[in-house]
């Protein structure tokens, strides 16, 4: 009988090392299988024959031990090793690998499976999917203001592909930079005249050619101001001027007459003490406040005399105009971009003018529209905003195309977070406009959080669904069902779904994919074990049955 017990010890270690090779085999042929999970086998003794029963110490004598025979050994566990997988990069934006304990939940025919793998595709309905069975990845999906809704209540993860975005109108540009507070002021405060009539070359009642030049009132905005002279008798002449818009419009003129030119003496023809006493007085003041155009025009340095012609007008010694201004584009209600340009000039110290404008090509009538008003700084560079006029700055106009009108609020920012008033060079630059075009969906990307996010074709994004996960208390609990699928069972506890992050100690990286997490090395090991404990085993078997030959033999 013992030689019988023997025999089928051996045969149980002959039959459980098997299970461990093929245990061995499963994780060697899934060593490339993405997010599987190696497994090992543990092993436990049988039943144990008595031989003797053990005794209890007495007075007079000592304690005796059981003895015992065992009858074998068994599979005491097949266990799924959980440990982290390495990731492999991949670039494919819907391959997905879990860093963390999580599990992608997906759903077949109603039913709700669990898995590592994550190389999902969207099939043709836009159902982020497994490409092995279809199961649809589960989560929660996107409002369509981009809300991820609360709560834990999954739904298959859908993406329309043909997702479009609607124009949004802009309502507000914020604006940044500095204007520099040692800056010339921009208006044009005197324009001169000077050079050389050619008396030989008038008759009386002819004129000279108009002396041209560029002006700018306090807002930056360009005029043309034009002055003649015409003979009226010998050493005689009087001065018109025009004062003409950038379209070419007069918005005033005048003149001075009766100015005489005179020898000093030299030869050289000046004007008369009387003729320049003109200049003095309010009639070369060329003042619009309609315009706010306000400079002096001084002519006093003219010649008159036989030699060349050299008449010229210039303004504040050519002075370049102090013009700060940026542009911005914004978008009306039905995407149409339209540029915004924004220009400040210095009116006095600490004090600045603000045009915002837009060009006649923008506007439903083919004018520009402007919009004016005047910042005022702090000593210490900061913007007051109780100094900024109007209060409340707006801008607005109406577009071109059948657009709703776009009324815009101009935010000048306070403190140093919006426009300052420095010794820095002056820049100025629209920080934000909240407006966009009408945009189709062009790319996806997919944070560490499963946050799917659209990108689309005119910049931005817009959040689309989220990837849940769920966690077990005991993962060792699932069965698999193939496919890289696992089941939830018996003894895995119920899911617990929830959010990547915090809540399930889970993130993803996207565009990678989680390896299985066999070890090699570890296997081939376990290969050399099971294999001489299959020997050992056999070896028992056939001494064992030497042994029962004997038995047989003694009959003869």
């Known amino acids: 009988m013992a030689l019988l017990t023997s025999l089928f010890a051996g045969v149980s270690g002959l039959r459980n090392h098997q299970s461990m090779m093929d245990v061995i085999g499963n994780n060697i042929s899934n060593v490339n299988t993405i997010g599987f999970k190696g497994s090992r086998v543990t092993f436990s003794d049988t039943f144990n024959q008595f031989v003797k029963a053990g005794t209890n110490p007495t007075e007079s004598t000592g304690g005796t031990n059981s003895f015992q025979i065992g009858l074998g050994m068994k599979v005491n566990s097949i266990d799924r090793n959980w440990n982290q997988g390495t990731f492999e990069r991949t670039g494919i934006v819907t391959d997905i690998a879990l860093q963390g304990p999580g599990m992608f939940v997906l759903k077949s025919d109603g039913q709700a499976f669990f898995s590592r793998a994550g190389a999902f595709v969207f099939d043709a309905d836009g159902k982020l999917v497994s490409p092995q069975n279809g199961a649809i990845v ?38 940044g930079g500095n204007l520099k507070s040692n800056s010339q002021l921009t208006r044009t405060l005197q324009v001169t005249q000077r050079g050389n009539i050619n008396a030989s070359a008038l008759a009386v009642g002819e004129s000279t050619a108009p002396s041209k030049v560029t002006i700018y009132n306090e807002y930056g905005k360009e005029f043309t101001y034009q002055t003649t002279f015409t003979k009226t008798a010998a050493n005689t002449y009087d001065l018109s001027y025009k004062l003409l818009d950038i379209d070419g419009t007069e918005i005033t003129t005048g003149s001075i007459t009766g100015l005489v030119f005179e020898d000093d003496g030299t030869g050289n023809w000046v004007l008369n003490a009387a003729s320049k006493a003109k200049f003095d007085g309010t009639a070369n003041r060329i003042n619009v406040p309609l315009s706010n155009i306000d400079f002096i025009y001084d002519g006093t340095v003219v010649t008159q005399n036989s030699s060349t012609y050299t008449l010229s007008i210039s303004a504040d010694n050519n002075k370049l105009p102090n013009i700060v201004s940026g542009s911005v584009t914004v978008y009306d209600s039905l995407g149409t971009a339209h540029q915004v340009t924004m220009k400040y000039t210095k009116i006095a110290d600490n004090i600045w003018t603000w045009t915002a404008s837009v060009p006649g090509t923008s506007t439903v009538d083919g004018k520009a529209v402007n919009a004016v008003g005047t910042v005022e700084f702090n000593p210490d560079g900061t913007l007051d905003p109780a100094k900024i006029s109007p209060n409340n700055p707006q801008f607005s106009f109406v577009p071109s195309g059948g657009s709703a009108t776009l009324i815009i609020d101009l935010d000048f920012g306070t403190g140093f977070g919006g426009i300052t008033q420095t010794s820095a060079s002056s820049v100025i630059s629209a920080l934000s406009q909240d407006g966009s075009p009408s945009a189709s969906l062009s790319n996806l990307n997919i944070d560490q959080y499963g946050n799917i996010v659209g990108i689309f074709s005119n910049g931005s994004s817009r959040s689309l669904a989220q990837i849940m996960v769920a966690t077990f208390n005991n993962l060792n609990g699932l069965i698999s069902v193939g496919d890289n699928l696992y089941s939830a069972y018996a003894n895995s506890g119920v899911p617990r779904i929830g959010s990547l992050g915090e809540e399930t100690g889970t993130t993803v990286q996207s565009g990678a994919l989680e390896q299985s997490n066999v070890d090699l090395s570890e296997e081939f090991t376990k290969m050399i074990v099971s294999q001489r404990g299959f020997q050992a085993n056999a070896r028992v078997i056939t001494t064992a049955d030497a042994l029962l030959q004997e038995i047989t033999n003694l009959i003869r």
Do not use: H
């Open 138 to 175: 589960q989560g929660k999906v996107a409002s369509a203001e981009g809300v991820i809704p609360p709560g834990n209540n999954l739904e298959d993860i859908v993406i329309d592909t043909n997702l479009k975005l609607p124009a949004v109108a802009t309502t507000e540009i914020k604006w």
